[in-house]
């Protein structure tokens, strides 16, 4: 079992900054791989960054490629998703998400979820 929380999110203008923190515990940090995702109203959950196998490459969605930055922080079992440039098409409560292998874009590949936490984005 992992258990995922998200914390971060807010409101914020147009170009501005959020950096959200998924807290992780459960199993040993290095075991899983940890995704982020969102999901906007009336829409479906979506992929939006996820690190790869290659080391130091990460998979982002093309709408936040060169926007937003993923990282980890292993003495303290987080991943943070650093959003720059935000836009209100960014506006949509964000995941974070555990699951056994690397590079994987598609909900189904990961067993746990956090709870979200909402970002929102004025024009």
């Known amino acids: 079992q992992v258990q995922l929380v998200e914390s971060g999110g807010g409101l914020v203008q147009a170009g501005g900054s959020l950096r959200l923190s998924c807290a992780t515990s459960g199993r040993t940090f290095s075991s899983y791989a940890v995704g982020w995702f969102r999901q906007a109203p009336g829409k479906e959950r979506e992929f939006v960054a996820a690190?790869?196998?290659?080391?130091?490459?990460?998979y982002y969605a093309d709408s936040v490629k060169g926007r937003f930055t993923i990282s980890r922080d292993n003495a303290k079992n987080t991943v943070y998703l650093q959003m720059n440039s935000l836009q209100p098409e960014d506006t949509a409560v964000y995941y974070c998400?555990?699951?056994?292998?690397?590079?994987?874009?598609?909900?189904?590949?990961?067993?746990?979820w956090g709870q979200g936490t909402q970002v929102t984005v004025s024009s």
């Open positions: 998400a555990a699951g056994s292998r690397l590079g994987r874009r598609e909900r189904s590949d990961y067993d746990y």
């Open positions: 690190p790869s196998r290659s080391a130091g490459f990460t």
